[in-house]
């Protein structure tokens, strides 16, 4: 089933505070064509692994547009925040590390490059592992799916949030093609292309190009440092075949990256250095505090730092996946999907954020991951059976550095200037079987069930040494061995769903969906401290129980959808990353990723679109997540966490929007306005004043104008350059300040776009 996609009801359209914004768009060339009349699309999402209008699925989904992301200049998965209700998505620690994706509270907020996180993203079906594989850029990009709520049954592990699916556009049996430039501010320019052609009746290639360079919104008055930045090459072939009963799809993709990472800020946290007064929350990071070595960066202007950052950053990415579609008959289709994918990744950092040597290395990353799904799907009468195959093999390999204190080896004890090396070994296997029936009881009932048994294995090898002064005249130290764990861990486990859909009348359906995942164990191959960290680094699955209620609405004629839901969760064993203070304090802090026990979150989230002419539409999305709270709970180091917020959940989350289309001089000239609005929240699980988030708006907005072939766009983001932080890293007790990895300040540009 096609749907006719009218062009205003899928963006996003969001706004903060308490009043409704509006939302303004054109459709203008490589976008689908405008379709005059006042209603609002079918919109067709793939939450089941196959095309369904969005009001017959039991899911909380939001779907955006692919135009929608290029007209805003959305560059990557970590700017999704805006198009769903309860989403939060960060760059976490500077761009190039795993991002910090969140959805309804369920989140992980860790850099370390060898840990999964609970929301899982998919890019045209296919899984794409650990978190460092989450980074996806958008370029030619159809749609994407987010979906709220554990989705055990057809995604499996690691879904226990969520999941977001990235759907490319796929060839088309025809030729067409575009070439899009764009310059911006802070020295930016990208390039995007693609050329489609028909090779035969059957067969149609694709094949598409984005390439960015950049500069950093943040300023850093640090001479010796080169200016950050980065330059991003991303490519994509497709090759489509369709015959009477066999369709195959293959893609290849590459990536290629590099550049200076983001410099990070120093939120000084110390009034008086002599005495060790500290400075208030609300003063920290001001030019009256200081870290523990008398450093600030001399300035109270957010986006300037001074710190000495010639960190690099490569990133070199390649894939391959085969798609392939039989139709056994007329109720029978067999669907195979094969992938492999490789990452090869460095990234540099300094974190003490100042001229000095305190605190510097690298994240290294080198993980391989094979997968393969074979399933079924059986469809008689009005009912549907999916049942499948999976399996998954990922390696990775760490190798990673953190240099302590170096400018003051010779000055501190030994024990305290030491240059860690970590190189792990990490290798998962998983292999799952699945099922779920839609069974239509009658005109009214829908009825799903689903079940997921899943097995994982896991063996991680983990090598570390130091390189240590031991002789005060030799600052170039020794290696000495630090420790050497190795272990395996397996578990198993079954995961399902049920679900019902009633048809209220002809406009409402309402829904309850009980849901339940698992995000399985691991091993922690960050930065530890000491032996005795490594020994306990690994750590045990969770396991979420959903509860969810709603209803779906669509009058089309009126040209409004509404839909809502309640939700109510019950999270066991679940898996924190916890940054405490070391039992020194001039030692670095305990980095530990911990079972905490359980939480109870619950909240509920409405989003409403309205297209109320043919040229003017509007959406409001909210989220509110009333209570997010760890049950009783001491951590291993003694400290309470009972009753604490869990880290990375706002309480309410706003957005809203509008768009406007006229016509300008006999073509279309449609502008959009988009907000998000996130309250304030913590970075860490200790609830620290010093390490959170206050509420803030970010807004964007594009003009469009489309003659003939030409398309121009003039765009911002964060065009009232709102100051937030991607992520304040707690290093008080080690170095008296916290490392700020700041968000995007304000980007605008013009691009240029010719279609054939």
């Not at 017959?56 to 925040?81: C, F, M, P, R």
């Not at 990472?261 to 920290?284: F, H, K, M, R, Y």
């Not at 799952?432 to 839609?438: K, P, T, Y």
């Amino acid at each position: 089933m096609r749907s006719q996609c009218y062009p205003f009801s899928n963006h996003v359209l969001l706004l903060c505070s308490s009043s409704l914004v509006l939302s303004v768009a054109a459709q203008a060339g490589n976008e689908d064509p405008i379709v005059f009349s006042q209603s609002l699309e079918v919109i067709e999402v793939y939450a089941q692994k196959r095309a369904q209008a969005i009001e017959e699925v039991s899911i909380a989904i939001s779907q955006v547009k692919g135009n929608n992301l290029k007209n805003q200049h959305y560059k990557d998965s970590t700017e999704l925040s805006v198009f769903a209700p309860n989403l939060k998505i960060s760059q976490n620690a500077g761009e190039g590390t795993p991002p910090a994706v969140n959805i309804r509270g369920v989140g992980l907020v860790d850099y370390n490059t060898a840990n999964t996180s609970p929301v899982a993203i998919y890019v045209d079906d296919v899984a794409v592992g650990s978190a460092s594989n989450q980074i996806v850029n958008f370029f030619d990009i159809e749609q994407v799916d987010i979906l709220r709520g554990p989705q055990g049954t057809l995604f499996g592990r690691n879904s226990t949030g969520g999941a977001v699916l990235i759907r490319t556009k796929r060839p088309e049996f025809n030729e067409s093609g575009y070439l899009t430039g764009g310059i911006a501010n802070n020295n930016a320019f990208s390039i995007d292309a693609m050329y489609n052609n028909q090779l035969s009746d059957n067969s149609a290639f694709r094949v598409a190009l984005n390439h960015q360079d950049y500069e950093y919104s943040t300023s850093n008055t640090f001479a010796q440092s080169p200016t950050a930045g980065m330059q991003q090459t991303n490519a994509r072939l497709s090759l489509l075949s369709d015959f009477d009963t066999v369709q195959v799809l293959l893609q290849a993709h590459l990536e290629d990256w590099q550049g200076i990472v983001q410099p990070v800020g120093n939120i000084g946290v110390v009034a008086d250095p002599l005495t060790g007064e500290l400075c208030s929350p609300s003063e920290a990071g001001s030019t009256n505090c200081y870290d523990n070595f008398g450093f600030n960066d001399a300035s109270d202007d957010f986006y300037t730092v001074k710190v000495n950052n010639d960190s690099a950053h490569k990133t070199d990415g390649k894939g391959f996946s085969a798609h392939i579609d039989w139709q056994l008959n007329e109720h029978n289709e067999i669907i195979s999907i094969s992938s492999y994918n490789q990452l090869e990744r460095y990234h540099a950092f300094n974190c003490d954020g100042s001229p000095a040597r305190l605190c510097e290395g690298n994240l290294g990353l080198d993980t391989h991951l094979f997968s393969q799904e074979l399933r079924l799907q059986t469809q008689w009468h009005k009912h549907t059976l999916t049942s499948g195959l999976y399996y998954a093999d990922e390696s990775i390999k760490q190798n990673n550095v953190n240099d302590i204190l170096r400018d003051y080896r010779g000055i501190l004890d030994t024990d305290l200037t030491a240059t860690f090396f970590y190189d792990n070994q990490i290798d998962t296997q998983n292999i799952a079987a699945f099922s779920q029936l839609d069974y239509q009881l009658n005109s009214d009932w829908l009825l799903s069930v689903g079940l997921r048994y899943s097995y994982e294995s896991l063996d991680y090898n983990s090598v570390a040494q130091l390189n240590m002064v031991v002789d005060p005249s030799d600052l170039a130290g020794v290696l000495v061995p630090f420790y050497h764990v190795q272990g395996e861990q397996s578990d198993n486990g079954f995961s399902g769903q049920l679900a019902m859909n009633y048809l209220i009348n002809d406009v409402t359906h309402g829904y309850y969906r009980f849901s339940n995942g698992i995000k399985s164990g691991g091993y922690n191959g960050g930065f530890l401290s000491s032996p005795e960290q490594a020994e306990l680094a690994d750590y045990g699955k969770e396991r979420l129980n959903a509860h969810e209620l709603g209803t779906k609405s669509w009058w089309p004629e009126q040209g409004v959808r509404f839909n809502w839901a309640v939700f109510y969760y019950d999270y066991n064993d679940q898996q924190v990353f916890m940054n405490q203070p070391s039992d020194s304090p001039q030692k670095p802090p305990v980095q530990l990723l911990e079972n905490v026990g359980d939480s109870v979150i619950y909240g509920l989230e409405a989003e409403l679109d309205y297209q109320a002419t043919e040229a003017f539409s509007m959406r409001f999305a909210m989220g509110y997540i009333l209570h997010a709270e760890f049950e009783e709970f001491v951590d291993p180091l003694g400290n309470s966490l009972t009753h604490n917020r869990l880290p990375f959940t706002s309480k309410w989350n706003v957005s809203a929007g509008l768009e406007y289309r006229l016509e300008l001089a006999g073509n279309p000239l449609t502008t959009q306005l988009l907000v998000d609005y996130q309250s304030d929240y913590y970075f860490d699980q200790n609830q620290n004043p010093y390490a959170m988030q206050d509420g803030y708006s970010i807004i964007n907005g594009n003009i469009r104008y489309q003659f003939d072939k030409l398309g121009f766009v003039l765009w911002g983001k964060n065009v009232f350059a709102s100051e937030y932080s991607n992520l304040k890293f707690d290093l008080s007790s080690f170095l008296g300040m916290l490392e700020d990895f700041k968000g995007e300040g304000r980007r605008y540009g013009l691009d240029i776009s010719y279609q054939f």
